[in-house]
Nanobody, 127 residues
Framework: QVQLVESGGGLVQAGGSLRLSCAAA????????MGWFRQAPGKEREFVAT???????????YYADSVKGRFTISRDNAKNTVYLQMNSLKPDDTALYYC?????????????????WGQGTQVTVSS
């Protein structure tokens, strides 16, 4: 059974940092998209960042414009884990953050491209 388990969320002041982790179990995701989405109350789930396998040991990272330059996604395939380092956090970053994994179908930014989802970890940024 495949499971994605997020951790690292919490309450932080604006300008602060958090590091989210997502540990995967049940299969190897080294060739899969592994990324992060978020959903704020009353809003749709939105893309945050993802990593895409390009062959061999090369992975590319993609970011939403709203987090580019502040967030960094990384993955450790030996641990089957993906991370999201979030710096310079803003109140608008407040949301439930979901880890997701799926086969690369060329649509990296769509939730529908991701087959596996975690339960989410809450990030709250106070002003």
């Amino acid at each position: 059974q495949v499971q994605l388990v997020e951790s690292g969320g919490g309450l932080v002041q604006a300008g602060g940092s958090l590091r989210l982790s997502c540990a995967a179990a049940g299969r190897t995701f080294s060739s899969y998209l592994m990324g992060w989405f978020r959903q704020a109350p009353g809003k749709e789930r939105e893309f945050v960042a993802t990593t895409r396998w390009s062959g061999g040991s090369v992975y590319y990272a993609y970011y939403a414009d709203s987090v580019k330059g502040r967030f960094t996604i990384s993955r450790d395939n030996a641990k089957n884990t993906v991370y999201l380092q979030m710096n310079s956090l803003k109140p608008d970053d407040t949301a439930l953050y979901y880890c997701a994994a799926g086969k690369d179908d060329g649509e990296n930014f769509r939730p529908s491209s991701y087959e596996y989802w975690g339960q989410g970890t809450q990030v709250t940024v106070s002003s």
